[in-house]
């Protein structure tokens, strides 16, 4: 008798930055058909005209992608997967943009979502149309700390031992890790997206060195290793507290989070007495440089889309971050922007005026009932 084997699953990656290409170019290497979308074919330009993206470093390969297009409504369809490998900040403009082509059977994942990304992304489609009923999952981090050597061409430091991954509704996360699986053995099931959201450690690793070595990185373009040179005794000081803060929002939510040395720890299998002995002690991080300016997306992506919903949520909960509050002051002041304005909110997710225990109903079921058990 003929053996049935599995269908091999499509993907469609939507961005072709460092970490879009690096996961095309890893899934096109493993053998899957991979559709490859950029706002701008200037970005993508050598790409589609040798139709692969090559990898060094801790993966080596070379990946032939099946399309690579500046057309989302071609590059989404008929895949099983939508991989969305962008910055936060660009989510809102994808979510609207994808919202007439996408299909109830297709998983839109968010890699990473930061905080609120899965939440404000399904808002979003729901009010294009309300009785399309996609899965959006997220991704606590992105698999791969890398950069682009040039069009085409990535270098990858190294791949995390782990990624938690949790589907919006909870319901439907073991179904997406079963069918992504091969692809991707690092996903393992979160509880919900409140823990991947909240576990978001970006938040804290990328926008606090970033603002308080504004001065150096003006000073020398960005030319010191960021987080093994730019995170001192003094930096990992303000970078922990803006982490307890964060770990009190998660509590007040009734959610297990690590803290910033324990996810290095879980993530990378490293370990220090201080949070500078661990850094210094992460492999993947040499060779990391700072940004070469302050117009980076560690804080026009990282504060708008991950301290503010983290502040936002507090407030909603009623708890002080006033470390949480300043970085995002600092920023603002920066960047000559109100990122308290233009950030991610409980209004853009959802969730504004529901309690505490509607939000944690929302995120496992999908749903928001009322006392006589009809959905609201």
């Not at 058909?33 to 790409?47: A, F, G, H, W």
């Not at 002995?277 to 804080?299: F, V, W």
């Amino acid at each position: 008798m003929k053996k049935h084997l599995p269908k091999k699953i499509k993907f469609a990656v939507i961005g072709a930055g460092n970490g879009g290409q690096a996961i095309a170019g890893y899934l096109a290497y493993k053998g899957y058909q991979v559709n490859l979308y950029n706002r701008t074919m200037k970005s993508i330009k050598k790409i589609k005209e040798t139709g692969y993206i090559d990898l060094e470093g801790s993966v080596n390969g070379r990946g032939k992608l099946n399309l690579v297009t500046d057309n989302i409504a071609k590059v989404i369809k008929n895949v099983d997967i939508i991989m969305i490998v962008l910055p936060a900040s660009a989510h809102k403009f994808i979510a609207n943009k994808i919202s007439r082509f996408v299909t109830q059977n297709q998983y839109i994942v968010l890699n990473p979502g930061r905080t609120g990304g899965a939440l404000e992304f399904k808002n979003i489609l729901k009010k294009h149309d309300p009785f399309k009923n996609v899965c959006i999952v997220e991704a606590q981090t992105l698999l791969f700390a890398c950069r682009a050597i040039e069009q085409g061409k990535i270098k990858v430091f190294s791949r995390k031992e782990e990624v938690k991954v949790a589907a919006l509704p909870a319901t439907k996360t073991n179904k997406f890790i079963h069918l992504i699986g091969q692809a991707f053995p690092e996903f393992t099931p979160a509880e919900s997206v409140l823990e991947t959201s909240f576990n978001n450690i970006g938040a804290v690793l990328h926008p606090i060195p970033t603002i308080l070595n504004c001065g150096r990185i003006e000073d020398t373009k960005g030319n010191f290793q960021y987080y093994i040179e730019g995170i001192t005794p003094a930096v990992a000081k303000i970078i922990e507290q803006v982490d307890y803060e964060r770990m009190l929002v998660a509590k007040a939510l009734k959610i297990d989070v690590l803290s910033l040395m324990d996810w290095l720890e879980y993530t990378y299998n490293t370990h220090g007495d201080t949070l500078c002995q661990a850094l210094q002690n992460t492999n993947g991080y040499y060779g990391i440089m700072a940004p070469e300016n302050l117009d980076t997306r560690y804080i026009f992506e990282d504060v708008p889309q991950s301290l503010v919903p983290i502040w936002d949520m507090a407030k909603h909960l009623m708890i002080p971050t006033p470390t949480i509050d300043s970085m995002i002051h600092l920023a603002s002041v920066l960047h000559n922007t109100d990122y308290y304005l233009s950030g991610r909110t409980i209004v853009d997710m959802g969730l504004e005026g529901l309690s505490l225990e509607e939000i944690k109903e929302f995120v496992k079921t999908g749903h928001i009932l009322d006392v006589k058990g009809v959905e609201v």
